[in-house]
C-alpha cells in the first residue's frame, strides 16, 4: 500500500513538473500567434486631407475610392502607384442625407439592376485598379435584396470581394453574398467616429483585440479635413507598436485568401 502511495505521489509530481514545463511553453506560443489587421481607408477621390500621408504608409492597406469624385481617378492611381490595393467606394443611398452626398455614380434604391450595372461599369473605367467594393453610406440601399443582389453579381462576374461596411445593422447582405458565394467581409471597428489622435489609437488598440480573439480585424479609417490627418498620424505612430505584438498588415485581398486558405 505504501508502495503504490510513493508511485501514486511520482507520477502527481511528474505530471505538475511536465505542466510546468508545457504551459509556459503552450502561453508563449498564443502569445507569439501571428494575426492579421486589413485596414481600408474610404472617401478617396477628392484630394483632401490624409491622403498623401496615408499612401505613403509603409504598410499594405486598401484604399477606397469614391467614383465621380473630381479625382478619383488621380487618386486611384496615386495609390495604385504606391503599391496600395484599390476597391470601388460605391456610393450608396442613406435613411438620412442629402442626395449630393451620393455625387454622381450613386446608387439608389428604386433603381433597376440594369442601370446599377451601367454606373458600375463606368465607375470601372474611372477605376480601373478595382478589385473589390465596399458601401459608402447606404443604409437604405443595403436593405434592399435589389440593390444588395445585383452588387453581389457584380462583384462575382469581376472576381472581386465586398466588404460591408456595416453602416446599417441588417443581415440582407450576408445573407445575399452566402447565397450567392460572393467572397464577403465585414467592417469590425471604425478609427475614426471622433476626429482625435488619441481615439484612433484606441480604437487601433481595440482592433487589436479583435484580431487576438478571431485571428484577424477589418478596420476602416477616412481621408478628410477632419479625420484624415488624425487617422494617418496615429496609424503612423502604432505601425511598428503593433508589428512587435505580431500583428501583419494586410490587403483585404491577402486576408481572403489567408482565410481560404484556412
Known amino acids: 500500500m505504501k508502495r503504490t502511495t510513493r508511485i501514486i505521489k511520482s507520477l502527481v509530481s511528474a505530471f505538475i513538473l511536465l505542466m510546468g514545463l508545457v504551459c509556459p511553453l503552450y502561453a508563449q506560443e498564443v502569445q507569439n500567434q501571428k494575426v492579421y489587421i486589413a485596414i481600408i481607408i474610404d472617401d478617396f477621390g477628392n484630394q483632401m486631407a490624409g491622403t498623401e500621408e496615408i499612401a505613403k504608409l509603409p504598410i499594405p492597406l486598401t484604399g477606397a475610392v469614391i467614383p465621380g ?18 476597391i470601388l467606394h460605391v456610393p450608396l443611398e442613406p435613411i438620412k442625407g442629402k442626395p449630393n452626398w451620393l455625387g454622381p455614380k450613386g446608387i439608389t434604391s428604386g433603381m433597376s439592376s440594369e442601370k446599377i450595372r451601367g454606373v458600375l461599369e463606368e465607375s470601372m473605367t474611372e ?15 443595403m436593405q434592399s435584396k435589389n440593390v444588395v443582389g445585383t452588387l453581389m453579381d457584380f462583384a462575382n462576374e469581376k472576381g472581386f470581394y465586398f466588404v460591408d461596411s456595416k453602416t446599417y445593422d441588417n443581415k440582407v447582405a450576408q445573407e445575399i453574398a452566402t447565397e450567392r458565394h460572393t467572397p464577403y467581409l465585414v467592417r469590425d471597428v471604425f478609427l475614426d467616429n471622433t476626429p482625435s489622435t488619441g481615439y484612433v489609437v484606441e ?7 479583435v484580431a487576438k480573439e478571431k485571428g484577424y480585424a477589418v478596420v476602416i479609417g477616412h481621408v478628410g479635413p477632419e479625420k484624415g490627418p488624425h487617422t494617418a498620424a496615429a496609424l503612423k505612430s502604432m505601425i511598428s507598436q503593433l508589428q512587435a505584438k505580431n500583428v501583419e498588415f494586410v490587403t483585404v485581398s491577402q486576408l481572403m485568401r489567408n482565410l481560404q486558405g484556412q
Open 69 to 86: 469624385m473630381p479625382f478619383a481617378k488621380d487618386d486611384a492611381k496615386k495609390l495604385h502607384d504606391a503599391g496600395k490595393e484599390v
Open 127 to 141: 477605376i480601373p485598379y478595382a478589385v473589390g467594393m465596399n458601401n459608402h453610406m447606404g443604409s437604405r440601399a
Open 203 to 209: 480604437r487601433l488598440n481595440e482592433a487589436y483585440k
